[in-house]
């Protein structure tokens, strides 16, 4: 399970941060670490359809350290898998040099030589990713819960990974499971990148997922950030961001 390679990869790179903060907000859940580079902050998308849909909301367990936020990442309450998620985010944020050689800055830079005519592009998206111009492209749209009426519904995402050419999923598609689904499905697409603001995870914790790029952005000023978030400031947020993109090399 991709998730469960995640969390036992990640809890070696928490060694020597502690945990900061934890905030649940709306739309966005952000986890603050601690450590010898300073803080990093990684943010998580609030299953907001999870709370909705629910008269009662059991509310996350309290964690004592870094290791038990992280630990949520498997959990069923998705509160908080929200905030296992953003603490691996900021783990992952800590260790994320964006003075990389193969930083391709560019969230679309990989997909250049690819977005030719014919192509079968498939987005699986719960928040809203940034779309690149296709011309020509056969391109489909899955979200977790459809917004427009060219959305198709996630119940029908395996019949058309099978003959993907390029996958594009966010950060919420990593939490909720649907990329299992990406990697059963997907084995001809060239390209399958995670991007968005939540798709934060390390390229290293991605290893044997399927996923071939991670596109995402660094917060340079935790403070500022921390204060926008909690006001609700998430566009004001994102512009005080630096994006970045890798490619995931397997070993």
């Not at 603050?32 to 629910?54: C, E, K, Q």
């Not at 509160?79 to 003075?99: D, K």
């Not at 009426?149 to 099978?162: A, K, Q, R, S, Y």
């Not at 935790?222 to 970045?244: F, I, N, P, Q």
Request: overall charge negative; hydrophobic content about 40%; some cysteine.
């Amino acid at each position: 399970m991709i998730l469960r390679d995640i969390l036992r990869r990640s809890v070696p790179l928490s060694n020597g941060l502690s945990l900061r903060d934890i905030f649940i907000g709306i739309p966005y859940t952000f986890v603050v670490v601690d450590g010898g580079n300073g803080r990093s902050l990684g943010v998580a998308p609030t299953p907001m359809r999870y709370l909705v849909d629910r008269p009662r909301i059991k509310p996350p367990r309290s964690v004592r350290d870094l290791k038990d936020a992280i630990s949520l990442l498997t959990s069923n309450n998705m509160l908080e898998r929200a905030v296992g998620f953003a603490a691996v985010n900021a783990v992952s944020q800590h260790h994320i040099n964006l003075n990389r050689e193969d930083n391709l800055t560019d969230p679309f830079y990989a997909l250049h030589d690819h977005l030719r005519p014919g192509v079968r592009l498939v987005v699986v998206s719960g928040e809203d990713l940034p779309l690149p111009k296709m011309r020509g492209c056969d391109f489909i749209v899955f979200r977790d819960g459809t917004r427009s009426e060219n959305d198709l519904p996630l119940g029908l995402l395996p019949e058309h990974l099978n003959t993907a050419d390029i996958v594009m999923m966010d950060g919420y598609s990593l939490m909720s499971g649907v990329a299992e689904v990406v990697r059963s499905y997907a084995k001809s697409a060239e390209i399958v990148i995670a991007m968005g603001p939540t798709a934060q995870v390390h390229p290293d914790l991605l290893h044997g997922t399927g996923i071939t790029h991670v596109s995402s952005m660094k917060t340079v000023d935790v403070e500022d950030a921390v204060e926008k978030l909690k006001r609700g400031m998430w566009t004001s947020y994102l512009s005080g961001c630096e994006t970045y993109t890798f490619e995931i090399v397997e070993r």
